[in-house]
């Protein structure tokens, strides 16, 4: 299992969601994509994203 660090910081939405998009199929089972976001709409956005796509949304921190 790896875990990998996205910094979306500074990105408005979309392109936080388009960046993780794109750095997903890379990734194998069990592994973590750790993001960065300070976009107003970022939280609903990944979980929304996750929803649709059947990922695990595991946590926010502010």
Do not use: H
């Not at 936080?16 to 609903?44: H, N, S, W, Y």
């Amino acid at each position: 299992m790896a875990v990998e660090v996205l910094d979306t910081l500074g990105l408005k939405c979309p392109q936080p969601i388009l960046k993780i998009a794109v750095r997903a199929p890379d990734m194998q089972p069990g592994d973590i994509l750790e993001v960065l976001g300070d976009c107003p709409t970022f939280e609903k956005d990944v979980r929304t994203w996750c929803e649709r796509l059947g990922k695990v949304f595991l946590s926010v921190k502010e």
